[in-house]
């Protein structure tokens, strides 16, 4: 009596070994599934962005982050009335949930009133560089812990716009000199702020003059080149790359327009339109900081920048006695939080699943 046999599986007929390809089955699994658990995971959770807006006063900067997010995150100050300049420079957050189709974003923007208006604005960037810092550090010491919070609060700036005042020449030995140690903390975003007040020639020429003074200095703003994973990311991001820093315009009042209400500065001679790429570029950077760049500015942020400041920062606990946990780390000090890193660890390369199998 021959013994019963087995019928053969449609895998079985290749050798298994772990560079074969995975098996393709023909009835549904559920794989595809986990997509959907994400997106329902992370609607429940919700996204963090923090961003920082950096610029004289009077550059509209607090006008152009109730433009992006269509929302009065800032409290604007009424055309005529006179403001007094802060005599230092003071830092001000303020955190607001926006909700949008059921998506929150828990949004925090920090403003920095009196930046580059006194008369000696010598290191006038060090409390800028230290609440960046400030935010990394509180981050890793949450992190160190023994018994860690299953969701650390996450207050790293994850992008930093830097409002360049549209003077036409070219950038200022201040905006050279604070954009080469910004660059190295976070990622940066130059915009021309006030676009309107220049011509579309002089706009060009602007532009040009700022991108030969962020090479001739070295001053690397988001998306860096070193960042891009593949040649989709580099077809996008060198389009993004020519036409920065965008010449932006900020309204956060609709106007009437052919019989539709549009965002926009009504002068004499018309209304510009915010949204309209003939009159000024904003589309492209709200485009880059929320529809399209969004996670990977959080994911440069946590892989590149708070990289650096945590490899730094657990270099010097080797002169520190050990304690209880992995490591014992001494507060910050002053000077070690306004000090930015030297850049040099880049973003984590993830594993190629094909080797897994």
């Known amino acids: 009596m021959e013994p019963l046999r087995r019928p053969l599986s449609p895998c079985s007929s290749r050798p298994s070994s772990p560079r074969s390809p995975p098996c393709e089955t023909s009835v549904s699994v559920g ?39 269509k929302s009065k995150v800032w409290k604007s100050s009424l055309p005529g009335l ?11 957050s303020v955190t607001h949930v926006i909700e949008e189709k059921g998506v929150k974003l828990k949004l925090t923007v920090t403003d920095t009133p009196g930046f580059g208006d006194q008369i000696n604005n010598d290191k006038c960037w060090d409390p800028i560089l230290g609440y960046i810092n400030e935010q990394y550090e509180r981050y890793l010491q ?12 996450d207050t790293r700036v994850h992008c930093c716009v830097y409002f360049v005042p549209p003077t036409g020449h070219c950038l200022r030995p201040l905006d050279i ?11 940066v ?12 020639e002089e706009r060009e020429a602007f532009r040009s003059r700022i991108q030969e003074d962020l090479r001739n200095h070295c001053i690397d703003v988001y998306p860096q080149k070193c960042f891009d994973e593949d040649i989709n ?23 009437l327009v052919n019989g539709r209400c549009v965002l926009g500065r009504k002068t004499k001679w018309g209304i510009v339109e915010v949204e309209n790429m003939a009159h000024c570029e904003f589309p492209l950077l709200r485009d880059l900081l929320i529809r399209s760049h969004l996670q990977d500015l959080k994911d440069i942020t946590h892989n590149v920048h708070y990289e650096n400041y945590r490899v730094v920062r657990l270099n010097e606990s080797h002169l ?24 040099k660890v880049r973003r984590r390369v993830q594993e190629d699943p094909k080797d897994e199998f």
Do not use: Y
Not at 44 to 67: A, D, R, W, Y
Not at 142 to 153: C, D, F, G
């Open 31 to 69: 794989i595809e599934a986990v997509l959907d658990q994400l997106k329902i995971k992370a609607m429940k959770m919700g996204f963090e962005f923090n961003i920082m807006v950096v610029g004289q006063s009077g550059l509209g900067k607090s006008t152009m982050v109730n433009t992006l997010f």
């Open 82 to 92: 006179a403001t007094p300049t802060p005599q230092t420079l003071q830092l001000h």
């Open 142 to 153: 949450e992190e160190i812990l023994i018994t860690r919070q299953r969701h650390i609060p």
């Open 177 to 187: 000199e604070f954009l080469q140690r910004l660059c190295r903390t976070v990622n």
């Open 189 to 200: 975003v130059p915009v021309i702020a006030r676009a309107d007040s220049l011509t579309i």
């Open 233 to 255: 990311d580099r077809i996008l991001n060198s389009k993004i790359r020519e036409r920065i820093p965008f010449a932006v315009v900020g309204a956060d009042r609709e106007h």
């Open 320 to 343: 520190l006695p050990r304690g209880p946990g992995w490591v014992n780390l001494a507060p910050a000090s002053t000077q070690q939080l306004t000090t930015p890193a030297p850049l």
